[in-house]
C-alpha cells in the first residue's frame, strides 16, 4: 500500500522491487488488498523491459475514504478524501457557534457531513473513518473537548454525542476528535514536500493555536495538550484573557484583538478577508494592528524557538493570508530574542495550505491509517459484513 501511494501506478514486479518482497507474495497481498477493495488494476502496463507487459495496479479511486469534520467558531465544515488523498468532496458553512449549546452545534455538523456523505456516495466512496477538527483541549483518547474557551465550552463528549446525529451509514465508523492545530501540522507534514520533519505550525481563528512536530510524529506533551501557545504570557499583568489567565497572546495577535485595534470589530462575514482587504489598501489602522500583532508573535515564538531548536516555524490558518503583514514584526523580535543559536529568517514560513489545513489534515487520518495497517482496515470492513449479514 505504502508503494502504491508513493509512487503510484505499478506492475506487481515494481512493487516487488521496491519492497524487497518475491513477485509470489506480492501477488498474494495485491490479491487480498484487491478483495477489501483498496486496489484496482488498470490493465497492460507497458514497461519497457523485455517481456510481456504487467499489469498496473493503484490504490482504488472508489470505495474506502477517510471522513474530515470541522467545528470552527465561524464555521462548520466538511471533507471526502480517496486513498490517493484527493479531496473529492468538500462542504463548507458560516455558523455562529461562539456560546451556542453543543448539541445545536453538533446536529449542524451532522447536515453537514451528510451532505459530503451524499455527494461522496455518488462518487462511489464510502467514509470509514471521521476525525473532528476542534479549536480547544482534546482527550483524544475518550473523544471529549475538555476545554474550548472560544466556544465557551468544557468537557463536551464529541465523539459520543455526534454519533447520535450522524446519518446511519456513519454511525458505525470510528469518530474520533483532534485539536484543529495538530491537525494542520499533520496536514503539513503530509502534503507539503518541502515541509521539515521538525517543525512548530502556528493557525489562527478566533484563537491562537500550535503544534509540534518532532521527526515527523506530532508532540503531545503528557496529557496531549501540548501547543497551547495563545496562552503563552506575553505580558503577565496585561489584560484578562478568555482563559481567566492575563497577558495571553490571543490578547495581543488574536483574531478579536486585532479587528478591534483595526477598527473592524464589527465587520460581518469573512473577517480574515476584509483585514487582508483593508491591508491591502494601505488602511494606516489595520497595518499598525498587523505590525503589534506580528511582534506579539515574534516574542513568544522566541521562546519556543530557545527552547525546542526546531527547523522551521509556519504560519498557518488565518495567519498564512496575513503573512505578508505579520512577517516583518517577527522577524524583527526573533533576530533580537534568538541570540543564543543561529536563526535564519527563511526559517520563518506561510503554510501553502491555509485554513483548509485541519479539516484536510482530518480527513487524511483515516488514509494514512488504511495505509500503514491494511489488514487492521480489511479486519474490521469483515467484521462490519458479519455483524450487518446478522441483523
Given at each position: ?16 522491487e ?80 461562539r ?20 455527494h ?90 500550535a ?45 478579536q484583538?486585532?479587528l ?67 512577517l516583518?514584526?517577527m ?37 494514512r ?23
Amino acid at each position: 500500500m505504502a508503494a502504491l501511494a508513493a509512487h503510484g501506478p505499478s506492475s506487481r514486479a515494481e512493487v516487488a522491487e521496491r519492497t524487497g518482497l518475491t513477485r509470489a507474495a506480492v501477488g498474494n497481498l495485491i490479491n487480498e488488498l484487491a478483495a477489501a477493495g483498496l486496489t484496482t488494476d488498470l490493465g497492460l502496463a507497458p514497461s519497457g523491459r523485455v517481456g510481456r507487459p504487467g499489469t498496473a495496479l493503484a490504490l482504488s479511486e472508489q470505495g474506502p475514504a477517510g471522513l474530515g469534520l470541522e467545528i470552527g467558531v465561524e464555521h462548520l465544515g466538511a471533507c471526502v478524501l480517496d486513498l490517493h488523498g484527493t479531496v473529492r468532496t468538500w462542504v463548507e458553512i458560516e455558523a455562529p457557534n461562539r456560546g451556542r449549546a453543543a448539541g445545536e452545534v453538533l446536529a449542524e455538523l451532522a447536515d453537514v457531513a451528510a451532505a459530503a456523505l451524499q455527494h461522496a456516495a455518488a462518487q462511489g466512496l464510502h467514509p470509514v473513518g471521521a476525525v473532528v477538527a476542534v479549536p480547544g483541549l482534546v482527550d483524544a483518547a475518550n473523544g471529549t473537548v475538555e476545554q474550548a474557551p472560544n466556544l465557551r465550552w468544557r468537557s463536551v463528549p464529541i465523539a459520543q454525542s455526534l454519533a447520535d446525529w450522524l446519518p446511519a451509514p456513519l454511525r458505525s465508523v470510528p469518530i474520533e476528535v483532534e485539536n484543529e492545530a495538530n491537525l494542520g501540522a499533520l496536514a503539513e507534514l503530509w502534503h507539503t514536500v518541502t515541509r521539515p520533519a521538525d517543525f512548530i505550525h502556528v493557525s489562527a481563528e478566533a484563537g491562537i493555536g500550535a503544534a509540534v512536530v518532532i521527526d515527523g510524529r506530532l508532540f503531545r506533551g503528557a496529557r496531549g495538550f501540548a501547543g497551547e501557545l495563545g496562552h503563552v504570557p506575553v505580558h503577565p499583568d496585561g489584560p484578562l484573557c478568555s482563559c481567566g489567565a492575563r497577558g495571553c497572546l490571543e490578547q495581543y495577535a488574536g483574531e478579536q484583538t486585532v479587528l478591534r485595534a483595526s477598527g473592524l470589530a464589527d465587520a460581518g462575514g469573512d473577517r480574515i478577508k476584509a483585514l487582508t482587504d483593508q491591508a491591502l489598501g494601505g488602511n494606516p489602522r489595520v497595518l499598525e494592528a498587523l505590525e503589534e500583532a506580528g511582534r506579539a508573535l515574534g516574542t513568544a515564538l522566541a521562546g519556543a524557538v530557545n527552547l525546542l531548536d526546531p527547523s522551521a516555524l509556519v504560519l498557518g490558518g488565518a495567519y498564512a493570508e496575513l503573512g505578508e503583514w505579520l512577517l516583518p514584526g517577527m522577524r524583527k523580535e526573533l533576530a533580537e530574542r534568538v541570540t543564543v543559536r543561529p536563526w535564519s529568517p527563511e526559517a520563518l514560513q506561510l503554510s501553502e495550505l491555509g485554513r483548509r489545513g485541519p479539516l484536510l489534515g482530518a480527513a487524511t487520518v483515516t488514509i494514512r491509517r488504511i495505509i500503514e495497517n491494511p489488514a487492521r482496515y480489511a479486519d474490521w470492513r469483515n467484521t462490519r459484513e458479519r455483524s450487518a449479514a446478522g441483523r
